[in-house]
């Protein structure tokens, strides 16, 4: 598998890590109990260029996810030609990065678009609290579910060949993945994703013998 490849995906993981924790740390989608001042907020002209730099960071995190997906495919159709399982598990990494991307999309509508309008919109506060709430649906259960989907299918295949330590982390992180609706699981997908890209940067060598 060619080195560049390789370096591409490592950082591309890395990046989602970080990227996506950044945008969900300072920015963040707009969870926990409702408060009409915090709705109030959320909305404010102060945090235009917040927003932007939050939708840039979360956009940049998904193409990471992006590029890694795509390397893990065609290492592992090179180690198992003719499989299916590479190809559902490319699709399920593109399906939980396209949701990442919306949801971006819909953190940043609402700020910017009040404010673009140059009028008081007059959006009831509990109508743009819902419209944040379904974009934290999209990342904390369709982005993180279809990833962990994904990351259990790698580690029970074994496509591609990982050594036995990242596949069973992979496998528990996947797992965990799929309860990421409870908030705080999520953030273990983070951290498996910066410790592939380290991997990756590292030389991510087969195992020299490959488990079934």
Known sequence: MDRAGAIAAGVGAIAFGLL??????IGG?????YAAADVANYI????VVIVGAIALWGLLGAAGLICLGAYLRHRADAEAAGSIWPQVMWGLTLGSAICFAVSWG???????GNNEAGTNLN???TIIYSIGIA????????AATLLGLAMIL????????LPGWLRWITLAVGILAITSLAFFPFFLILLWAI?????????GRRPAAASP
């Open 106 to 112: 819909i953190f940043v509508s609402q700020p910017i």
């Open 154 to 161: 790698g580690a029970v295949t074994n496509l591609p060949r």
């Open 123 to 125: 959006v009831p506060p």
């Open 20 to 25: 996506t924790f950044a945008a969900i740390v």
């Open 44 to 47: 404010s002209g102060g945090r």
């Open 195 to 203: 410790v592939m890209g380290i991997w990756l940067l590292a030389g």
């Open 135 to 142: 974009g934290d649906e999209l990342i904390f259960e369709s």
């Open 29 to 33: 989608p707009m969870g926990g109990n």
